[in-house]
């Protein structure tokens, strides 16, 4: 859910308890002030009751013109500490069928030295279950309408308030580290929005500067490195080739080795860099098959020196979006991998079809977490002469063309699985 439409669902559980709390208080206010405004009307009638039998105590009549109003003389040792008693009583009315809410207000005010009782009484019809019912429907098509409204005006209102901010994601979804385009932000007058896209700007530009520094450095790094690992090796070949003991051979081939371990990181890590600015739209389709065979028949006489067993189903005429020299790259690590961490008189197996690219192996279990086994320096098997870089340079190619590569191991058996996007 979107950040407009939480907005909208805020305000409208705001607006639904704010009608239903203020319906409820306004039926229970408007009881009340139904009430009150009879007692009223009945205290102001005894007031003028008893301004006319001030002017006249023989107001007798006064029982035929006010109906509601009876008037009594209490007796002189009549005791009475209440100036004034209000009582309300709920009664059945048969002529009306219904509950009524009788109201009566006696005061006792003393006249030409007599103490009177004057009652005043008054009848309210209690608002009935159906007439109530008929209110709620109207309050309720009334809450319908306002959450509608609110729903609308909030999801308009909000994505106008917050179009800064979409654009700002939009922005910073397609920025890119090797793209020198500047994010384009909206301008706003919303501080908070001012101080994103500030920040924003200030971000995406110092990550720029510290990518194009690092890249360089590493680039320039490794270009260095080539031509002092080339001349140590051939100063290496020269030695071995000169009169030394079998010591000191076993030694300089010991150093050659591991000098050509380290140029092939060197010359990975550089191949790595350089997949970071390889483009797409440079690939070609070309026939996965048939560069998978060729491949395959190179490695053939490395198989039978390990006494390995090579079993292949070859689907014919797989097309794929690849550059060349990457595919290349990959097969040729795959299946080294798959020769280096198998064991004597081992198998290889290898499947091709349209959808997917297979190859599995015998050999022992992995010593590392199955899903370290992409990243960089991360051996399967510490004991195999592996740099450990082959797997995360396989893993780099295929995300390019949007591919997936997979591992798991049972029944002995390595299965690294590529499946190619249609």
Known sequence: ??????????????????????????????????????????????????????????????????????????????????????????????????????????????????????????????????????????????????????????????????????????????????????????????????????????????????????????????HELQTPLASIKGKIELLMDSDLSEKQLLTLSSMNDELDRLSSINQSLILLAKLEHFEKNDSHHINFSELLTERLYYFEDLFEIQNLTLTKEIQKEVYLNFDENLAIIVINNLINNAKRHNIENGKIAVTLTESYFQISNTGNPPTIPTEELFKRFKRGNPDQNSIGIGLALVKKILEIYDSEISYHFENNQHILKVNFTK
């Open 1 to 222: 859910m979107n950040l407009s439409f939480r907005f909208a669902r805020a305000f409208t559980i705001l607006v639904f308890f704010v009608l239903t709390t203020g319906f409820t208080i306004l039926y229970f206010a408007f009881e009340r002030a139904t009430m009150r405004s009879a007692i009223l009307k009945l205290e102001d009638l005894n007031v003028y009751v008893a301004k006319k039998l001030e002017q006249d105590s023989a107001y007798d009549y006064l029982n035929s013109h006010h109906r509601q109003t009876q008037v009594k003389i209490l007796p002189a040792n009549y005791k009475n500490t209440k100036e004034k008693i209000i009582e309300e009583k709920y009664i059945w009315n048969k002529s009306v069928q219904s509950y009524i809410n009788k109201i009566t207000v006696i005061t006792y005010p003393v006249i030409h030295q007599k103490r009177y009782a004057i009652t005043s009484v008054r009848y309210i019809t209690i608002i009935e279950n159906h007439f109530l019912i008929s209110i709620i429907m109207v309050v309720a098509w009334i809450m319908v309408f306002l959450i509608i409204l609110t729903i609308i005006v909030g999801v308009l209102v909000s994505k106008k308030i917050l179009e800064p901010f979409y654009h700002a994601i939009d922005e910073i979804k397609k920025f890119s580290l090797k793209d020198n385009r500047s994010m384009s932000l909206m301008k706003t007058q919303t501080e908070e929005f001012k101080s994103l896209n500030t920040f924003l700007l200030k971000m995406s530009e110092s990550s720029k500067k510290d990518y194009h520094l690092l890249e360089e450095l590493s680039e320039n790094t490794s």
